[in-house]
């Protein structure tokens, strides 16, 4: 599987899945560090196995909390979100970045390009997001379980309007679309995304769009095999 690399600026996007109504907590919590601005998205947790393992989410509702912001803030971030959540706790939510390769239309922050801060270790582990259409979400989790991966979130892609609909890499997410979002060991990431690929066609138009990003630090994520 080819990976591509991006320009090290200095940014991160930050994750939070947490539990449903704990989303505006997390927004206080970052402002506080200085991040001015994010998105809350609801999503719903799904685990394959009776013990949780590595998202740690059972099947409730979820809120996907997304922030940009410097290394530096980032890391004070995550820190704080640990130990306000519990993340170490299994069941407590997840916390995790991954590296921006550019920022256009956000003026919560200025974005210079940076050297890596010290104490961020190597990659080791990945989110791979997967946009089907929708009710193939849960299909899609099934097969990422067959290749070793132990949970995801399943977004509900909506637009605010009939005729409505938004892009991401350049295709059209619309009402009827779902969004699999999952973190998983780096050394798995290739098995998952095959399996995904090859039972519902990815390489055929229209049949859905996977991509995978380094994930830069993160806490909540058990150290399974």
Do not use: W
């Amino acid at each position: 599987m080819m990976m591509l690399s991006i320009e090290n600026i200095g940014c991160e996007l930050i994750f939070v899945i947490v539990g449903n109504g704990q989303g505006s907590k997390v927004l206080h919590i970052a402002k506080q560090h200085g991040i001015s601005g994010g998105t809350i998205i609801l999503g719903k947790g799904t685990d394959r196995n009776s013990i949780l393992e590595l998202l740690a989410l059972d099947d409730v509702r979820k809120e996907i909390v997304l922030m940009a912001a410097d290394c530096k803030a980032g890391i004070e971030v995550l820190d704080k979100l640990n130990r306000e959540f519990k993340l170490f706790k299994p069941g407590h939510g997840i916390a995790y970045t991954v590296p921006l390769s550019g920022v256009c239309g956000s003026r919560c922050f200025e974005a210079h390009k940076k050297e890596k801060p010290e104490g961020v270790d190597d990659t080791m582990y990945q989110s791979i997001i997967v946009i089907v259409d929708k009710g193939k979400g849960e299909a899609v989790v099934e097969a990422a379980s067959k290749a070793g991966a132990a949970g995801a979130t399943i977004i509900n892609a909506r637009g605010s309007g009939v005729h409505e609909t938004s892009k991401l890499f350049a295709m059209d997410i619309e009402p009827e679309k779902e969004i699999v979002l999952m973190v998983t060991p780096e050394r798995r990431t290739e098995a998952i995304v095959s399996s995904i690929s090859e039972n519902f066609h990815i390489d055929k138009p229209g049949k859905g769009i996977i991509f995978v990003q380094n994930v830069a630090r993160a806490y909540g994520l058990a150290h399974n095999g």
